[in-house]
């Protein structure tokens, strides 16, 4: 499947059109969720004994921007080294990546890696680049298409975060913004359970938390602190631990 290449339309700008231009979208989702809980759950696919490589896709939260010690993914790493002596951990996330990043730059390499475990967290950048739910669909099924074919990886993904109240984002542009970040995360939904892939819902726990903790943004009012993907990494924990045995139990 081809993908479609995002546009050079700067993040924020790229909201405000997109809210003007509303009227050309399908009717808008009310409820906050994101339509996962509905879902029947992918069966849970158990580790391999012994070390685990785990591969990391996607964008500036996979790097960690906005903190000091890095993203959910070196965090959820402790978790497992602890669990499995001599896993590794390889990133190949590029912070402001887009679905268009990872089809070009960091899919062939995490193929190549030769991985037991692949998190993929990627979506919020082709928001702020103006792709719409279509564009975003078609990349993403690319992606999980590829990775189920070409490796034996266990995969999770992560949908997008609810950011729309973080403070970087102007106020007239944060209803639009919610509700695009539902629509793709809907599409992400569906596309993950025709593949069997769970998906660990971070847009709840964001959309309930943020309000109320401005201490899990960083300085800069739009990535995660330290406590904010440290959060992020204590709810993603429970998702991965099933991995081990089926149940929950490392």
Known sequence: MSMVRASLIPGLIALLILSAACNRRG???T??????????????ANFKPGPIHYVALGDSTGVGVGARNGGYPGRLFKH???RRPGSRLTNFCVSGATTVAVLESQLDQALAAKAD????????NDIGHGLTVEEF????????????RDT?????VTNIPDISTA???PEVARRRYHQLIVDFNQRLDEIALRHSVPVFDIYTITHQELPAHPEYLSSDGFHPSDKGYELWAEHMWPAIAKFFDGNGRP
């Open 117 to 124: 475990f692949i998190t993929l967290g990627i979506g919020i």
């Open 80 to 82: 497992i080294s602890e």
């Open 27 to 29: 009717p808008e989702r």
């Open 137 to 148: 669909g078609m990349n993403y099924e690319a992606i999980l298409s590829r990775l189920k």
């Open 167 to 169: 403070p970087r984002i």
């Open 152 to 156: 034996g990886a266990t995969i999770l």
């Open 31 to 44: 409820t906050p969720g994101n339509g996962a809980s509905a879902m029947p759950k992918p069966t849970v």
